[in-house]
């Protein structure tokens, strides 16, 4: 891709930093564990097929999707592991889990019995509810689960047991109690088919991973892998950093004055003369509305608040106070420069959302650009 093309409205995933960030959290976590990376909705904006390459190039064999088209796509693209589907996938496509070696999530009664039905002796792990209520088998009833699991096994290729954790990223004790107790729900259900010798029992995400310690042998890592945090309040372990920037340039700058108001809407209103630079980005770059007259960018090292409306594709900032702004500047919507940053959690506590959401929704006609020092094959015969 030429660099002329791109310098519009780019993002730059260091793959580098996706490397370290993995290793630093895989020194913060129990030595018994294994890390399954998170890689579904496109690895968090970050590119899947680039972010799982990546890893399993350093050894990494578990990979975690949301559906089956994202499961397919990196088998298509030579990922070799365990891909294992979270969430539902449609009855009419069983066929193609089998086909791919792709492991389902068994959500419900109804859809294990499904999986039994087709014949076919398929990859699956049970997801089990400990509290959530989002999906899962009902952990309180340990005997019914126990009943299930058993049937499973017998006729299809039941490889684990998994339970997701809700407010693991809390703090106060209230919270602690509920996830220690979701815990618990889970290694009882573990416990009572130990005979099985089922491969894999999860329980944590990212934070999870970090804060609580189970008779589980996975981890799921995502929000973490990318160098975000699970909650705004969170520290991250030494070292992680976000991996992703997104970068613009400056379209034009002019001077408006008093009395003027800026973009649609008329919502801003110039009270003393000001320079204004018009940056080509916008919602349809997924870049969040809610930013209108409260985001902000990093230009020269400097921030510049946003000015007006976002708008499809452009919105302005007040540069008044940066020297030297012309056509053409670097713009840095999410990244770091001169020691300031702006990161996809600072984006999103402006907004009252979450980081996650924040790279999730950065659009697919924003091209990524992977960085990494290590030298490719090609550079070194
Ligand atoms: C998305 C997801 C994860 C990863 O959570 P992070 O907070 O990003 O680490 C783990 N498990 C399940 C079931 C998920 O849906």
Not at 46 to 56: K, P, R, S, Y
Not at 258 to 284: H, L, N, Q, R, S
Not at 305 to 318: L, N, Y
């Amino acid at each position: 891709m030429k660099q002329s093309y791109l310098r519009r409205s780019w993002v730059e995933v260091n793959l580098d930093v996706i490397e370290s960030n993995y290793k630093i959290y895989k020194n913060n976590i129990s030595e018994n564990s294994e890390v399954m990376a998170v890689v579904k909705a496109d690895a968090y904006g970050h590119g899947d097929v680039e972010i799982a390459t990546c890893l399993q190039n350093i050894g990494v064999n578990y990979f975690a999707v949301s559906n089956i088209l994202e499961a397919i796509k990196l088998r298509d693209a030579g990922i070799k592991g365990e891909v294992l589907i979270l969430g539902y996938t449609p009855l009419i496509m069983l066929q193609q889990l089998f086909d791919y070696d792709i492991t389902q999530a068994i959500i419900s009664k109804e859809y294990g019995l499904e999986l039994m039905k087709f014949g076919l002796p398929i990859k699956c792990q049970i997801a089990l509810d400990t509290g959530m209520n989002r999906i899962g088998i009902d952990a309180d009833n340990v005997n019914e689960c126990e009943i299930f699991i058993r049937e499973c096994h017998k006729k299809l290729h039941l490889d684990g047991l998994f339970t997701h954790l809700c407010v693991a990223d809390e703090v106060d004790e209230c919270n602690i109690r509920f996830t220690k107790l979701q815990i618990k729900k889970f290694e009882n259900i573990t416990e009572k088919v130990k005979d099985l010798d089922l491969k894999y029992r999860h329980c944590a995400n990212s934070v999870a991973g970090l804060k609580y310690e189970g008779m589980e042998n996975l981890i799921r890592l995502g929000i973490i892998l990318y160098g975000l945090k699970p909650s705004y309040e969170m520290t991250l372990p030494n070292g992680i950093t976000p991996a992703l920037s997104w970068k613009s340039v400056i379209s034009m700058v002019k001077t408006v004055y008093p009395g003027e108001t800026i973009g649609y809407g008329c919502t801003y209103y110039v009270d003393e003369e000001m320079k204004v630079a018009t940056i080509p980005t916008g919602y349809a770059d997924g870049y969040n509305r809610m930013l209108s007259n409260e985001g902000k960018v990093l230009i020269h090292g400097q921030e510049a608040p946003i000015v007006g409306r976002i708008c499809m594709d452009q919105f302005m900032v007040d540069v008044s106070k940066i020297s030297d702004v012309k056509a053409e500047d670097e713009v840095i919507l999410l990244g770091e420069i001169e020691n300031i940053k702006f990161t996809a959690d600072d984006m999103a506590k402006i907004i009252g959302t979450i980081g996650y959401e924040i790279v999730c929704n950065i659009s697919k006609r924003v091209p990524r650009l992977y960085i990494t020092n290590k030298l490719c094959k090609q550079d070194i015969q």
